[in-house]
C-alpha cells in the first residue's frame, strides 16, 4: 500500500471585498440585548439553549447558537467595545429593577427577598458568560476589562449591596438576627449562610467592611455590657462557665455561616471583653477567687480558668504570679510557726502534703506547665530556706520513716517515701546540714544492732549520690562498710580468745573509722570491772592485729542487754544503753544512790545522765529503777533505788535513752559551729580549683565561681569566701596583684 502525500494548506485572504451592513452592529447588538432581557425575565426556554450552549472551542466544526454566534461576529468585526458597554448598561438596568423590588419587600421577608434574586441573579450570570464566552477569551483579555461573571458581582454589588436603601438595611436585620442568636431565639441559619456566602463572593473587602467590621464593633460593645453585668451577681466560677459558653457559641457560630477567617477576629472579641478587661478582678475575687479555688481543690474551676486565661496576653501570667504569692506567703506560715517545731515529723509531713497538692493541680488544671512547675520549685526552695533547721526536721522525717516504721510497708511504698524526701532535699542550700544530721541518726541506728531495711538506707544514699556526686555520700558509705569489718573483727577476736557462750559477758565492738563517723568527744565513763576487762583484752587484740592505730571508746554510742531479777524471782532481760547499763550494775552492790552519787560513781556527763534516770525511772512500763521525789525532772539530791514492783509482760524489754526529737538551742549552736568549720577546707579546696583554672582572676570571678561549684553541696557566704582567700594567701598559695590590687594570682 502506498503512502498517501502530504496536503499542504493555505489560508489567502478574500480576493474580493466583503461588505457589511452598516447597521450590522446595531442589529445583532439589540438581538443580544434581547437575549438579555429574556433571560433576566425568566424567558430563557425561549432562546434554543441547545443551540446556545454549543461548544465555542471547535467553531470550526460546530454550529454556534444565534446569539452566540452575534456575539461571536461582533468582536469578530471590531465591534467588541459597543458589545461590552451595551451589556453594562442592560446588566445596570435589570439590577436597578431588581433593587427596587428588594426595597419593597417589608420586614423579616426582607432577606428572603435578597438571597432569592441573588440566587436568580448569579443563574443569569452563568448564561450570560457562556453567550458571550468568546468575548470574555479574546476582546476581555486584550482590553484589559474586567470578566464577565466578575463584571455582574461588581454590579450587584454597586446597585443592590451598597445600594443607599439597602446597605445599612442589610447589615441591621443581619445583626439584628445574630442579636436574637445570642439572647437564645432560634434563627434561620440557612438564610444566613447563603447572606453571608454572597458577601463573600462578591469579595473579602465587601464582606469585611459591610459586615465583619461592624458585627465585631457590636459584639465588642454586646459582651462589654453583658460581662459587667456577670461580674456584678457572678462568682469567679461562674462566670468563667459563662465566658467559656460564650467563646463555644461563636466558635460554632463562624462554623455554620460566617467565614473560617471571623474566628480568630470574633474570639478575640470575647477573650478581651470577657476576660482581659476583668481578669485581675477575677482572679482576686472575694470568697471564688483563684485562691479559694486553690484552697479548695476546685479542679474544674482551676481547669477553666486556666484554658481561658491562656487565650489572653499575660493572662497565665497573671494565675503563676498569685499562686507564687499565696504558696510563698503559706508555705512561710508553715515553717515559721513555732507550733510546727514540737513535731519534727509533722512539719515535713505538712511540707509533702503541700507539694502533693500543687503538683496535683498543676498536672490536672494547668496541663503540666513547666512554667507553673518552675514557680512551684521556686516557692517551696524559697520558704523552707527560711528555716534553718529545715534539713535538721527532714533528716528527722527520713529517720521515721526509713528506721522506725518499715513494718508491713511494701518496697514501693519505701521507694515513694525516697523520692519525696529527694524532692525536698533538692530545695534545700544547706544540704551538708541534712547530710551530717542524717549521719548521726543513720549511726544510731547502725550500731543499734538491729535488723531494719538496709536497702532502703542504701536506696536513699544511692539517691543522694546522684544528686550530689560521690564526696557528699562517700562517708556514708564508709559507715556500711565498717559495719561490715567489724563483723570479720569480732569473729576474728573470739576465735584468738577461745570463747565458749556462757562464759561471762558477752562484748561486740564495731570498730569506726574517724572521719566517717558522727563520733563526739565522749567523756572517760567508768564501765564496769567485768566489762572493762573484756574491752582491755580486745583493745589487745586489736592493736596486735593493726599496727599504728589508735582506739577511743565511745561508751555513748554503745547498747547493752542485761539479765535482771527482780522481786518474786520475776526475771527479764533488758535492753539499755552503756551508760544505763553503768548505771543499773552499781544497784548489784548497793541499794540506794542518789543522781550525785551515781554521777561520781560512772563519771556520766550530767545532761546524758539525767535522761537515762528519766527513761530507767519516769517511764511507765519501762521503770525499773524507783524515784524519790516521783517527777519527771530530775536533781542531785533525787534517791534511786530497784523498783521491786516492777512488773511487765514481756520479757525482753527495750528501755531507750529519753532523748529531744530534735537538738536544744546549745546542740544547734554546736552543730552549726562544726558544719562552718567543715565548710573551710571545702571553701578554700574550690578557690584553688578556680585560680588553678584562672591563674589570674578577680574577687568577684573567684566568689562567682566557688559558689556555683559548691552550690550542690551549700551556699558560702562571701564574707566567708573573703576570709579564705586571705588565708591562703598568708600561707602563700595565692597573692594579690602588685599592679591591681583587685587581682589575685596563684602561686604555682
Known sequence: MSAQRKRNFKIEAFKHRVDL???????????????????????ASGLSFEELYSDLKGCSSALLSTRARNAYNMVLHKHGEKLYSGLVTTMTWHLK?????????????????????????????????????????????????????????????????????????????????????????????????????????????????????????????????????????????????????????????VSQYLDTKTEPKITCVVEKEMIANHMKQLVHMENS??????????????????NLFQRVTEGLRLIRDLMTSHLRETGKQLVTDPERFKDPVDFVQRLLNEKDKYDKIIAAAFNNDKSFQNALNSSFEYFINLNSRSPEFISLYVNDKLHKNLKGVSEEDVEIVLDKVMMLFRYLQEKDIFEKYYKQHLAKWL??????????????????????????????????????????????????????????????????????????????????????????????????????????????????????????????????STYQMCILMLFNSVDRLSCKEIEQATAIPSQDLKRCLQSLACVLGKNVLRKVPMSKDIAEDDIFSINDKFMSKFFKIKIGTVTAQKESEPEKQETRQQVEEDRKPQIEAAIIRVMKARRVTGYNSIVMEVTKQLQPRFLPNPVVIKKRIEFLIEREFLERDEGDRKLYRYLA
Open 97 to 253: 429593577e431588581i433593587s427596587q423590588s428588594i426595597e419593597a419587600v417589608q420586614g423579616d421577608l426582607f432577606l428572603d427577598e435578597l438571597n432569592r434574586k441573588w440566587g436568580e441573579h448569579t443563574k443569569a450570570l452563568q448564561m450570560i458568560r457562556d453567550i458571550l464566552m468568546y468575548m470574555d477569551r479574546t476582546f476581555i483579555t486584550s482590553s484589559r476589562k474586567t470578566p464577565v461573571y466578575e463584571l455582574g458581582l461588581n454590579l450587584w454589588r454597586d446597585n443592590i449591596i451598597r445600594s443607599s436603601k439597602i446597605q445599612d438595611r442589610q447589615l441591621n436585620t443581619i445583626l439584628e438576627l445574630i442579636h436574637k442568636e445570642r439572647t437564645g431565639e432560634v434563627i434561620n441559619r440557612g438564610l444566613m449562610r447563603n447572606i453571608t456566602k454572597m458577601l463573600m463572593d462578591l469579595g473579602s473587602s465587601v464582606y469585611q467592611e459591610d459586615f465583619e467590621k461592624p458585627f465585631l464593633d457590636v459584639s465588642a460593645s454586646f459582651y462589654s455590657g453583658e460581662s459587667q453585668q456577670f461580674i456584678e451577681c457572678c462568682n469567679c466560677g461562674e462566670y468563667l462557665k459563662k465566658a467559656e459558653r460564650r467563646l463555644n457559641e461563636e466558635m460554632e457560630r
Open 447 to 576: 550500731l543499734s544492732g538491729k535488723i531494719v531495711s538496709d536497702d532502703a538506707k542504701r536506696n536513699l544514699i544511692v539517691k543522694l549520690k546522684t544528686e550530689c556526686g560521690y564526696q557528699f555520700t562517700s562517708k556514708l558509705e564508709g559507715m556500711f562498710t565498717d559495719m561490715k569489718t567489724s563483723q570479720d573483727t569480732m569473729q576474728g577476736f573470739y576465735a584468738s580468745q577461745g570463747f565458749e557462750a556462757g562464759e561471762g559477758p558477752t562484748l561486740v565492738v564495731q570498730v569506726l573509722t574517724t572521719g566517717s563517723w558522727p563520733t563526739q568527744p565522749s567523756a572517760a565513763c567508768n564501765l564496769p570491772a567485768e566489762i572493762l576487762g573484756v574491752c582491755d583484752k580486745f583493745r589487745a587484740y586489736y592493736l596486735g592485729t593493726h599496727s599504728g592505730r589508735r582506739l577511743t571508746w565511745q561508751t555513748n554510742m554503745g547498747t547493752a542487754d542485761l539479765k535482771a531479777t527482780f522481786a518474786k524471782g520475776q526475771k527479764h532481760e533488758l535492753n539499755v
Open 21 to 43: 451592513d452598516p447597521k450590522y452592529a446595531e442589529k445583532t447588538w439589540k438581538v443580544l440585548e434581547h437575549a438579555i432581557h429574556e433571560i433576566y425575565n425568566h424567558n
Open 289 to 306: 477567687g483563684l485562691v479559694n479555688m486553690l484552697v479548695d481543690d476546685r479542679y474544674e474551676d482551676l481547669i477553666r480558668m486556666y
